[in-house]
């Protein structure tokens, strides 16, 4: 473990003078980032935190120094995010909807220091076997012609975040969603079409399969994944095993990495833990249990030395950010 290179403050507001209100705003930021620092420096730099998107409002004092909007934090907001010592990593979401314009991306990439490593979801078009309403109301519940088809996946996504992220490529996410039970595939017949599909991926790209569907967790599955060096997202969501649970169905030891995400309570949906946890500055209902299958997760990375990633979402338990720093502040305890 080696001290981390102190990470400056990227503020919006460094163009004027500061009122004292900024002053102290900034002071609040710069003890969190103080107390964030002495855990990052505990931890091995193989292990990279944050967050599923970085654009809330109810982060300040938290990820950032002062108020700015939705809209601010979207376009610009990464510069702070990635000054936070814990926050190496982020998810963006946004690419499972549509392709992100390669000025996005390379927004991104300008801000954000050179070991900054993103985390993209691949598109719904490759990824669902049938048209989803939000895509299309007409054809929805029809089949889809792209499902898993690898050369609109590299027009769709590979070709831009090569092109403009570059090494600040991290896993790439094929988030299967769960579909209605006549859409359903058998398990064996999806484990087939996956690995046709990852039989021709580029080897150097980092993948990792999120199953939203209990009974896709088959040996057949697991198979596939170790036969073609593509890890498994051990997810925390509604309607799956815990992160846990899964560890037992996908082993540890067969990972080239590591990686989890943190959505939703089990039993729990979207909309409700929205209402129920906005606007994302606390947190609101603490999992231990899920904790101590993350941490043991992380450890695991951490004994092997190979990569860990840890995406949170605000939904898991109210403040995605918060969360992460006692996570990891418990690993680093745990690795002592």
């Not at 705003?25 to 193989?46: G, K, Q």
């Not at 599923?52 to 702070?80: M, P």
């Not at 790209?205 to 060096?229: N, W």
């Amino acid at each position: 473990m080696r001290a981390r290179e102190k990470p400056q403050l990227a503020l919006f507001s460094t163009e004027h003078t500061l009122t004292d209100a900024e002053r102290e705003e900034r002071a609040v930021i710069e003890r969190a980032h103080a107390d964030a620092r002495a855990i990052a420096d505990a931890l091995p730099d193989s292990l990279r935190f944050g967050t599923s998107s970085w654009s809330f409002t109810g982060w300040k004092g938290i990820v950032y120094a002062h108020t700015h909007s939705t809209a601010e934090l979207a376009r610009e907001g990464l510069r702070e995010y990635s000054a936070h010592p814990l926050l190496r990593t982020v998810g963006i979401d946004r690419g499972y909807y549509a392709p992100i314009p390669r000025d996005d991306l390379k927004r991104y990439a300008e801000q954000t220091p050179d070991d900054f490593v993103f985390c993209t979801k691949a598109p719904e078009l490759i990824v669902s076997p049938i048209i989803s309403q939000h895509r299309d109301k007409r054809r929805a519940g029809e089949h889809n012609e792209d499902f898993l088809s690898v050369q609109r996946f590299a027009e769709e996504m590979l070709s831009p975040l090569l092109d403009e992220l570059g090494e600040k490529v991290g896993p790439i996410l094929l988030e299967f969603p769960p579909l209605p039970p006549e859409a359903r595939m058998k398990p064996v017949e999806f484990a087939e079409a996956l690995d046709d599909f990852l039989s021709e991926l580029p080897s150097e790209i980092p993948f990792a399969v999120e199953l939203r569907d209990r009974a896709l967790f088959t040996k057949d599955y697991r198979a596939v994944l170790s036969r073609r060096r593509v890890a498994h997202v051990y997810n925390y969501w509604s309607f799956v095993p815990s992160p846990g649970q899964q560890r037992a169905l996908v082993p540890l030891d067969e990972q080239p990495f590591i990686i989890s995400r943190l959505l939703l309570k089990p039993g729990t949906r979207y909309e409700e833990q929205r209402e129920a946890f906005a606007p994302f500055d606390k947190l609101v209902e603490r999992d231990e249990g899920m904790r101590a299958e993350v941490i043991g997760l992380l450890e695991e990375a951490a004994r092997r030395k190979i990569p860990g990633y840890l995406l949170v979402n605000n939904k898991a338990e109210g403040c995605s950010p918060k969360t992460v720093i006692e996570v990891a502040a418990g690993l680093s305890r745990a690795l002592r």
